[in-house]
């Protein structure tokens, strides 16, 4: 194994949308290096189907501050306000300037964005939908991702494709390096930089059926989290309510957006009982558990009466094909079923980490309750937790908040290089990563990581997934500790250099299985219910003792548990109906 | 749905051990519904972890699985067992040096996808509102965005085997992508680009590409569009 040695004055780590947006934004102000286990244009920014909301009101009147109301009641009031209003006032200029980047958004007649409905955004406070969704097809997600790579070309951003990030040095109380796996060799690198920022998505691929691709697994929180940065908010994960039944596909939320319903096995329009103004288009949390509840009380489909029907039927065919020609090509593809005559299988699938690395609206990352900035360290995106959407984020929010925070922490990062020198890296800053991957290729132990994963997954879905209580937290609690050891006696087929993956997937669930462990106790702590988070034992909210954000630390005896307040802004909270 | 035994070859090379590519052959038993990713995943997982291939997404729309599945370019996670039946060859794409297994070195690839100049070129200043385009000009280069750079049509060009410095399928698509966007203003560059002996004369019409492009995107019709605006000096 061969140690190269590389000095930048800040490195991406990812290369999704907030990766990209940050790059660009870092380009010709320093020298910046782009890291991605992956090819950028395999991001899983480019799996996003639906929209990206932003209040241009192009087609009928609208507001940033609806769009912030809508963030803040859609996360359950976990939100922190200032961020959502961020977010949402800054949402406007970052659709103009993708479309000046050459996103080729749908357009109105008159040659303008054109805009859709989404769950849970509404107008004027709650009284209806609203169509604030920008969309292209039902591939934005791929446009995105597509166009800032391209905008990236453009300006010459000096990419490390299929490095993948391990390990992270921090010296004088800030950073001054990372690790890096390189697949294509499997030499170690060594990058001396002032500042690092992590946006490496999710950790969805931790549940069974999950519309994550197989490499969204948490390898950015599980960097920081093992080097003592706390993860925010982990017991908040969202499951999107229509997955292809079993697979966990994504069917987007444009479908309602588009006129789509959900029935029951009595054919029952089933969400008019649940949110009687919105109906189908409620937020992702309640009509998730709507559909479960249907599940639960007897009215689900199929031999196992475990899913319900997502009818686009009475759609014209053509505005299917014009508006949904991605997601009707997947239900013909995994399904072999004709969504234009037919009913689709769905179920709710592990879709997005609202919690992750804590961070500040300028996505420096935050490291404990007082909010004290680590120098030089940087998280946006999936990975990262602003928070902006609290204990639920909304449809679109996603592609939103990685454009914005992805600008926001590429400018805070170029300003601050500008102001500071590298800090010296620890001596022998590689050895550990080095051992860690020696050790895992000298494992004896017989323990199957396939295997290992598969268990997880079943568990997390079935325990710690949409509906929870204190005995089902505990008794998946008691696996992840057991899966941990079986993990630590794992051993691989694979002993060579060359994109040896066996290796790599086996890094991978260590990541998770630690991810998992945060989520749970968080989750067991957690005696309310919020958002995602829905505990049987407590199916309420309860603001007097829970309008907090959690903390979870790794310490050397366990999962230590910290908490800092919601900060609030003008909505105060109030039930959540729709 | 039903199990079904499927009897998987694989074209095996691993740099480290081996002086030439080699076969192997696995029997798996998968859901005769699963994709051929998945087959490749239980070898993978319960057989041999030595395998290596790229995947991500697994639903056809990040681009990193593109491989000969019994003989055509396609992707092994929009593929189902079903379809290609209970026998299935799967080699790394042609075209581009294999590294190991099913992985390739797609560095050429993508640089032959920069040499199109892959993205809008527009010099005059916008302000704070979108620029304008018509529903139909949106609609004129709709089906090149859909690209998602798998290499499945580059690949599965026959040109392309027997010339690497043509610039393949792909490549023309994002070009085509641009050229016909009427935001942008650097399609007569682009067309300087796709006349020189490595551009789209190249292209004999094949439409090997056309029938390996996971996205259904119509690539001979794109090539034979920028052909007619090299010719007649249009847009």
Known sequence: MKIHRHSYDAVVVGAGGAGLRAAIETAGKCRVAVLTKLYPTRSHTGAAQGGMCAALANVEEDSWEWHAFDTVKGGDYLVDQPAAEIMCREAIDAVIELEHFGMPFNRTPEGRIDQRRFGGHTRNHGEGPVRRACYAADRTGHMILQTLYQQCLARDVNF???????????????????????????????????????????????FKVSSNAVTLTGDGPGVLYRRGIPMQDMEFFQFHPTGIYKLGILLSEAARGEGGILRNSEGERFMERYAPTVKDLAPRDMVSRAILTEVREGRGIGENKDFVHLDLTHLPPEQIDA??????????????????????????????????????????????????VLPGLYAAGECACVSVHGANRLGTNSLLDIVVFGRRGGAAMA???????????PPRVEDETRERIERLKAGTGGENVADIRARLQEEMMDKASVFRTDESLRAVLETVRSLRDRWHNASIQDKGEIFNYDLTEAIELGFLIELAESL???????????????????????????????????????VRLDYKPVVGGKYEPMERKY | MALVDVELKIKRYNPEQDTKPHWETYEVRVEDTDRVVDALHEVKWH?????????????????????????????????????????????????????KDLVVDMEPFFDQYKSVLPYLINSTDPGYE??????????????????????????????????????????????HRFIFDSRDEAGADRLDILNQRSGVWRCRTAFSCTEACPRDIKITQAIQEVKRAILYNRI
Not at chain 1, 415 to 425: C, G, P
Not at chain 2, 135 to 146: A, G, W, Y
């Open chain 1, 160 to 206: 490390f494709n299929e490095f993948q990030v391990l390990d992270i040095a921090f010296s004088e109380g800030r950073v001054s390096g990372l690790v890096a796996y390189e697949l294509a060799t499997g030499d170690l690198h060594v990058f001396h930089t002032k500042a690092a920022l992590f946006a490496t998505g999710g950790y969805g691929r931790m």
């Open chain 1, 323 to 372: 508006k949904l020609p991605d997601i009707t090509d997947f239900v013909r593809t995994y399904m072999g079923l004709e969504p234009k005559t037919e009913l689709i299988p769905i179920q709710p699938t592990a879709h997005y980490a609202m919690g992750g690395i804590p961070t500040n609206i300028n996505a420096e990352v935050v490291v404990d309750s007082d909010n004290t």
């Open chain 1, 415 to 425: 300003t601050y290089v500008d102001q500071v020198s590298h800090a010296d890296l």
């Open chain 1, 520 to 558: 749970v106790i968080s989750a067991l702590a957690r005696t309310e219910s919020r958002g995602a988070h829905f505990r049987d034992d407590h199916p309420t909210r309860d603001d007097a003792n829970w309008m907090r954000h959690s903390l979870a630390f790794r310490t050397d005896d366990g």
């Open chain 2, 47 to 99: 057989r041999d972890g030595t395998l290596s291939f790229r995947r991500s997404c697994v639903h056809g729309v990040c681009g990193s699985d593109a491989m000969v599945i019994n003989g055509s370019n396609a992707l092994a996670c929009v593929l189902l067992v079903k379809d290609v039946g209970t026998k299935i060859t799967v080699e790394p794409i042609r075209g581009l040096p294999v590294i």
């Open chain 2, 130 to 175: 979108e620029r304008k385009q018509s529903p139909e000009e949106r609609e004129r280069f709709d089906d090149t965005t859909k690209c998602i750079l798998c290499a499945a049509c580059t690949t599965s060009c026959p040109i392309y085997w027997g010339n690497e410095s043509y610039v393949g399928p792909a490549a023309i698509v994002n070009a």
